[in-house]
């Protein structure tokens, strides 16, 4: 039986001893070595793939969503509201209904991938389509969130975060020790900053995402890291607030996942790339799914394209030289591939064979 990821790491995380625990079985995610990487094998350099997609509902948010709904039920909530690109409204709907509480989710008009969708939908959540875009939602549901007793489960919410810091726990228990470097997609800015506290707390020092106790959580007592990597976050070159140095406001891209112009944790997210000596770099849609196609292709892995432009970044930066021969790398693949079908079918370049169901005909594809 799978525990989820608070039970494997309740002695890290700010949970009651008697809390009642709502989880899936997230977590424990599978760290594959990606082996035909000609720019990585050459320079002797290690590279991995968190693959986040294997989650209950298919992206990372489910890490977040078990530590904010366990928080929710325990403080009595009955109902939670998230804004969402679709796979915080999935994780969301999946973690309500599981709780038996209600969920109320802000989607922007039509540019949501249909596998998210589908989710929000069959797990009962009343689904709100507001005319405009992620960043629009955001900026209602937090005025929800400040009337009504509802509890907000975006990333703002800090337990989404401590519930996110777990993956790179189970990155450094793999390894035995952390990365050179970890490659993330940015569009919120909560993943890249959950994941700095989490290597920065393994290190024994406190991160500005800690809330609950001044920096003084028990758990950094007992560090199990000695170093840490170099924080690098990519994004979509329409919607690259971080490589603007402002706020973008109409973000677009392909990769719907990091569609956001105004990230909500801003702050935290360039307090990990300066801490960690990290740096940010942006992609174009091209080159996202140039690299999601190549990863589907050479490896096997299905990832969305949002997650490719963390895959685009590492190699990007393993040709130039700004991540040395010898590193180990980390690249966080945030959802998976299914979420986004349409996208998948419009860039396959093999088209498919109708044929009538005869002998010769399948042989003349086959053998030609
Ligand atoms: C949410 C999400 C992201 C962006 O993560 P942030 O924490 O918002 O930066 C990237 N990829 C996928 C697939 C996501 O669902």
Known sequence: MTE????????????????????????DTPLIRLENIPEANDRNIELFVKYEGLNPTGSFKDRGMTMAITRAVNEGSQAVLCASTGNTSASAAAYAARAGIACYVLIPDGKIAMGKLA?????????????????????LVKQIAAEAPITLVNSVNPYRLQGQKTAAFEIVDELGAPPDFHCLPVGNAGNISAYWTGYSEYAGFPTRACNHCDGQCPWLAEPVADKLPRMLGYQASGAAPFLRGKMVEQPETVASAIRIGR??????????????????????????LKTQAM???????????A?????????????????????????????????????AMRQSTAPVQKVPAELDAVKRVILG
């Open 263 to 288: 990230p909500q944790s801003w702050e935290l997210a360039w307090a990990a790339s300066r801490e960690s000596e990290g740096w940010f770099d942006e992609f174009s849609d091209e080159e996202i």
């Open 307 to 343: 997650s490719a432009v963390s895959v685009a970044g590492a190699l990007n930066d393993i040709e130039s030289g700004k991540i040395p021969g010898g590193s180990t790398v980390v690249c966080t693949l945030t959802g998976h591939g299914l979420k986004d079908p349409d996208i």
């Open 4 to 27: 989820g990821l608070i039970e494997r790491y309740r002695a890290r995380l700010p949970v009651a001893d008697d809390a009642c625990i709502i989880t899936l079985g997230e977590g």
């Open 119 to 139: 989710q929000a939908m069959i797990h009962g959540a009343v689904v709100i389509q507001v005319q405009g875009n992620f960043d629009d939602g955001m900026r």
């Open 295 to 305: 990863l589907a292709d050479n490896e096997g892995i299905f990832c969305e394209p």
